[in-house]
């Protein structure tokens, strides 16, 4: 049987990480959450007090950086950061320290390794165009800015993170000109992905609708 190799893209806000979560446990894929692995990097350049536009270091950092993920838990160096990369100070630089070529070529290779030989749902900005060019399942998860900052600002709220809407949906803007126009792997469609617009939808019927597609596709 041929290996299970699903893709999802999209913008910040989207679900992808809640939705690929589901999926892995519905369909028995591994899950390789990128996004988490972009904020632990960011966290850890924070607290080393690292220059955040300088590349070079920051690349130098990630490649001399154990990062793994267990259970749905991040750990980089060992150190359980499941957490706190989701607190506003890393959503704040996340898209600076993505977007760098370097800290992109790292984490591809080791993105690749993790997802080597295993039936795998990955999630991030440059999966289906970049890192898992060959997977034989694509989709492109998107939804409105307005309904990203909902899903988001509720997400906060419930984990006790102190925010406003309009600072979480300023957040996401900001984010998406970032991730749609740095130079290094943007966030774009895979000519090969299946759009899939959540705007109204769901989460149950997210996840049916991409099961479906998984499905048909197999």
Do not use: W
Not at 19 to 34: E, F, P, R, V
Not at 61 to 85: Q, Y
């Amino acid at each position: 049987m041929e290996r299970i190799v699903v893709a999802i893209d999209g913008p910040a806000g989207a679900g992808k990480s809640t939705i690929s979560k589901i999926i892995a446990q519905k369909l028995n894929l591994k899950y390789i959450d990128t996004g988490a692995m972009y904020r632990a990097v960011t966290l850890k350049a924070i607290k080393n007090n690292l220059d955040l536009c300088n590349n070079n270091e920051i690349s130098h950092m990630v490649k001399n950086s154990n990062i793994s993920i267990n259970d749905e838990k991040i750990f980089i160096d060992g150190i359980d950061v499941t957490e706190e990369i989701r607190m506003p100070y890393v959503n704040e630089k996340v898209s600076i320290v993505s977007a760098m070529p370097g800290v992109r070529e790292v984490l591809k290779e080791k993105q690749r390794k993790m997802a080597e030989n295993f039936n795998v749902i990955m999630d991030g900005r440059d999966i289906g165009t970049n890192v898992l060019k060959d997977a034989n399942i694509k989709i492109f998860l998107t939804a409105s800015v307005e309904e990203r900052a909902k899903r988001r600002y509720k997400e906060m709220i419930e984990k006790g993170i102190s925010t406003t809407f309009e600072d979480v949906f300023k957040d996401i803007e900001n984010r998406d000109k970032i991730d749609s126009s740095r130079k290094a792997n943007p966030l774009k469609k895979a000519d090969d992905a299946v759009m899939l617009d959540t705007t109204g939808m769901k989460m149950n019927e997210v996840v049916d609708a991409i099961i479906k597609i998984i499905q048909d596709r197999m």
